[in-house]
């Protein structure tokens, strides 16, 4: 449907991530993958997402990693300058996948009925 570059990042592991890879290529959309796991987590590309979206949804609470973190390291992360430095050094706490459309807006989390308003 679409030729537009859009930027999917997340891990390739990720049952959320791997749905909507499968998504967007069965929609046609031309899309590019970052793995947080090998390729890190850009710092200024998180700065963009939590300008767009805030932190707090982009921080997976629920997540196995979070689960594993000591209590201090948790909360370290109660606003968005110890969140941040939290998801730069644990990308796997950053819920997943988040997206960056053509034409710069980001998403965060895997929903098919509003991502297919976007690509149309």
Request: hydrophobic content about 50%; proline content about 7%; overall charge positive.
């Amino acid at each position: 449907m679409s030729a537009a570059p859009i930027t999917l990042y997340g891990i390739p592991n990720c049952d959320t991530v791997k749905k909507a890879r499968a998504w967007l290529a069965g929609q046609d959309a031309a899309c590019t993958f970052h793995d947080f796991r090998k390729q890190g987590v850009p710092p200024e590309a998180l700065d963009e997402w939590i300008a767009a979206l805030g932190w707090e949804p982009l921080l997976n609470r629920r997540g196995t990693t979070w689960r594993k973190l000591d209590p201090a390291r948790q909360a370290a992360a109660q606003d968005a300058a110890g969140a941040r430095v939290l998801m730069l050094a644990e990308p796997s706490v950053i819920k997943r996948p988040v997206v960056r459309w053509a034409g710069g807006a980001i998403t965060v989390g895997f929903d098919a009925d509003a991502w297919l308003a976007r690509l149309q």
